[in-house]
């Protein structure tokens, strides 16, 4: 699925780059600059979150986690963590994933967010501003929510630098699935 993923936006990116070869540059859009650059640093303003999901291809569940840090006007951001039955794959589950950390931060009123992510496909979709047909609904969340901030990126985070939200995600599929064997 990740490789056919690949294809796509691979295909699509050299798409666009032709399409953008024959535009004024007067006709540009606007959407890479506002979903950040691959490297961009935070500010000292901006709230970070680390997200992650976690699958299970037996059950169809799925757990996710996001970890905020970096600015915080008011209060400590407690960790956000839930699960989801009858989700289709591990890219869906990364996909809730980030559509909740981004409507989390919204209604926080949080105005300069970088979402970091081990899920690179999903990553450089975001940045694109693409789409999948599986993900459609989800995506449409996330992009219409991060209307909301001034500032918004998506970036790339190992597998080794995610361990928090990784270990949040797989408690909350933990729980649903020890819930779900016993009957409740």
């Keep these: 699925m990740e490789i056919i993923l690949k294809a796509i936006t691979d295909a699509r990116e050299w ?11 007067s006709q540009l859009p606007l959407i890479s600059s506002r979903f950040g650059s691959p490297r961009q640093a935070p500010s000292s303003t901006m709230t970070i979150c680390n997200v992650d999901g976690a699958w299970d291809p037996s059950t169809k569940n799925c757990g996710f986690g996001g970890v905020f840090s970096g600015w915080r006007p008011h209060r400590e951001i407690e960790p956000l963590q839930a699960s ?11 996909a809730l994933a980030i559509r909740s950390a981004v409507m989390h931060a919204a209604l926080l009123n949080i105005k300069s967010l970088m979402i970091l992510s081990d899920s690179l496909s999903l990553v450089q979709l975001l940045k694109e501003g693409g789409s999948v047909p599986a993900l459609f609904g989800i995506l449409f969340d996330i992009y219409h929510f991060s209307s909301t901030f001034y500032v918004i990126s998506f970036s790339y985070v190992p597998r080794l630098s995610n361990i928090m939200a990784d270990s949040v995600a797989k408690s909350a599929l933990l729980l649903l699935n020890s819930t779900s064997f016993n009957g409740v």
């Design 15 to 25: 798409q666009q780059a032709q399409d953008l070869a024959e535009k004024p540059s």
């Design 84 to 94: 989801h039955r009858f989700v289709s794959s591990a890219l869906m589950a990364e």
